[in-house]
């Protein structure tokens, strides 16, 4: 958000506002999820979460979002995705859920903001298997304007894997279905190999053009 407000006065939310919502998404629906053992509780926390990322935009004065349908569809299946993983956590390590959380969204928060400032530093095998880089595709194409349709190939693994996911969570303490939960995963991970989404932006490209001219078809 420092980054956006030192930024020319062109720069909005739909600038890097992608892996920033991610993030934030990822870091309270999983962690809160996993610490509350609810999986709808997650989700409020993760929705309460964006919210406030976006009026904190606003209170920077900068503009905001410009495609309100398309974010909120993308960040709400975002959320549900990120607290069925927090849930699971809570059901198969207890108390000790939310610390497995904890460390995953610090892993996959890391790799994400490497994407984000030095995007050929990583291997994009790396990429496909994280849903946090999903998430991050699917809000940076929706805040850009290139609606739900252009952002299907990331939505539909983020559906599938909270589907899957909460197959293992109803099914728990049968084990078998984390072949299943791995599988989709993978399947889906594929897909997103053989199918990208809109490439996200560099943060220091992204911080010194208009919005117009980075996601112009």
Same mark, same amino acid.
């Given at each position: 958000?420092?980054?956006?407000?030192?930024? /020319?006065?062109?720069?909005?939310?739909? #600038?890097?506002?992608? /892996?920033?919502? #991610?993030?934030?998404?990822?870091?309270?629906? $999983?962690?809160? #999820?996993?610490? !509350?053992?609810?999986?709808?509780?997650?989700?409020?926390?993760?929705?309460?979460?964006?919210?406030?990322?976006?009026?904190?935009?606003?209170?920077?004065?900068?503009?905001? @979002?410009?495609?309100?349908?398309?974010?909120?569809?993308?960040?709400?299946?975002?959320?549900?995705?990120?607290?069925?993983?927090?849930?699971?956590?809570?059901?198969?390590?207890?108390?000790?859920?939310?610390?497995?959380?904890?460390?995953?969204?610090?892993?996959?928060?890391?790799?994400?903001?490497? #994407?984000?400032? $030095? +995007?050929? *530093?990583? /291997?994009? %095998?790396?990429?496909?298997?994280?849903?946090?880089?999903?998430?991050? *595709?699917?809000?940076?194409?929706?805040?850009?304007?290139?609606?739900?349709?252009? !952002?299907?190939?990331?939505?539909?693994?983020? !559906?599938?894997?909270?589907?899957?996911?909460?197959?293992?969570?109803? @099914?728990?303490?049968?084990?078998? +279905?984390?072949?299943?939960?791995?599988? *989709? %995963?993978?399947?889906?991970?594929?897909?997103?190999?053989? %199918? +990208?989404?809109? /490439?996200?932006?560099?943060?220091? *490209?992204?911080?010194?053009?208009?919005?117009?001219?980075?996601?112009? +078809?």
């Amino acid at each position: 958000m420092l980054l956006i407000a030192a930024a /020319p006065a062109h720069t909005s939310l739909a #600038a890097v506002g992608g /892996p920033i919502l #991610a993030v934030g998404l990822m870091g309270v629906g $999983m962690i809160g #999820a996993a610490a !509350a053992g609810r999986l709808w509780l997650g989700v409020l926390m993760a929705l309460l979460a964006g919210a406030g990322l976006v009026l904190i935009v606003h209170a920077l004065g900068l503009p905001a @979002l410009t495609h309100p349908v398309a974010t909120g569809f993308a960040v709400i299946i975002a959320s549900v995705s990120f607290a069925a993983r927090g849930t699971l956590f809570a059901r198969s390590a207890a108390d000790k859920g939310w610390l497995i959380a904890l460390s995953v969204v610090a892993g996959e928060a890391a790799i994400l903001i490497t #994407a984000s400032a $030095m +995007p050929d *530093v990583l /291997p994009d %095998w790396l990429l496909v298997l994280l849903p946090a880089q999903w998430a991050s *595709v699917a809000i940076q194409t929706a805040l850009a304007g290139g609606g739900t349709r252009a !952002a299907s190939s990331v939505l539909i693994p983020l !559906a599938g894997t909270a589907a899957a996911t909460l197959l293992v969570v109803w @099914l728990w303490p049968r084990r078998w +279905p984390y072949m299943i939960m791995f599988t *989709v %995963w993978l399947g889906l991970s594929a897909l997103v190999w053989y %199918w +990208p989404g809109p /490439p996200l932006l560099h943060v220091d *490209v992204a911080l010194g053009a208009a919005p117009a001219e980075q996601f112009a +078809p």
